[in-house]
């Protein structure tokens, strides 16, 4: 057998604020780890924000070297961008008792099972994977959280990958209105993505983040300096569209829900009902993933979303996505800064970066 699925948490309750450690002691490489978060909800109620929002920090850390760290919106629009999935799991619910269940991917290679690319336990002394989480943060009124976690390991098939795709998430702070923020960017290590994300309620990212600029060596060579929309409609565009099923229970009174596509965001709301009737329904405001919704009666309604910018990310690839060394190597840059406009002063942007990270 060359590869295996294998179990590295248990269903565990995540109820308390707190970490989950996970040993990553294999002989073998590692393809993906796949991460399967769930929210169970409470009594049916406004969400107060996305369920992804209660995985507070993803990281994968060997002693006090980091090879990977995000929180859980960005590794979800991550992965989206990545591997092209508009989602891992099918249909997510808001309804009391049920489960909004999300499965996310930390992808070491160019897509799964990648021989050249593949993260190799046994290059470090004490690699972990640990996951901070607070049921508190999203979904709606929950009762209680839980993970599991699995990896794709190779196993007869022995492999010599050069390295891994390793996600860090750089800076992070709360936009200004009309501000510049300057960004020193690391040159360790070949940049395959970059991301500049903006989640806030009922505002579309694009207007959050004004003008992205990235230059090397003092305006030497200026690599992009467009508007966010003229980027997420020209080279970030691939895998920026993403569709997505969502159940709740609508109420005469106005209701909102937390999704994940943030921008152009087109909304379907049907009555979940066995019957006829006056089931009119409408749905607004849905900038930024924060969907509202009212119904003629109450009932339960399934929503069709589609939309872009998951979770309010702006991806701009370098080079061919399946060709190394196409990627942009920075090691030969001497500077490279980041010039982030802000747009609005609405919420907080962040920036991370997927690198090529040799052995």
Known sequence: MNHRLVNLLATKSTITTGVTTI????LDCISEIHIRHGTVNGAEANTTEHPML???????VDGSDVLFSLDGPELQALDIYHSGYNLRQGPFHYLNGLDAIFEVGISFGRYLWDEELALDPSKFANPQLRITHNYALGGMTPASCFLRVNACLFDEKVISPGGFLMTKEIKRWDTTATDHQYTDL??????????VQNRYIEVDPRVSISNIKLSSDGDKKVIVNHTASQILASIGVENSWMFETVVGSGAIAQRTYHVTPTANVQVMVTPWSEALGANNVASFSSGGGHLQVICEVANNIAMQVFGQCPHGAICIPFGKQGVIDDWFDVTRVGHLLLDITD???????KIYIQ????Y
């Not at 209660?54 to 994968?60: A, V």
């Open 54 to 60: 209660n995985i507070t920090k993803i990281e994968i």
């Open 343 to 349: 747009g609005a002063a609405t919420g907080i942007t």
């Open 355 to 358: 690198q090529y990270r040799t």
């Open 186 to 195: 690391p040159t360790d290590y070949a940049y395959r993505k970059l991301f």
């Open 23 to 26: 040993d990553l002691d294999f």
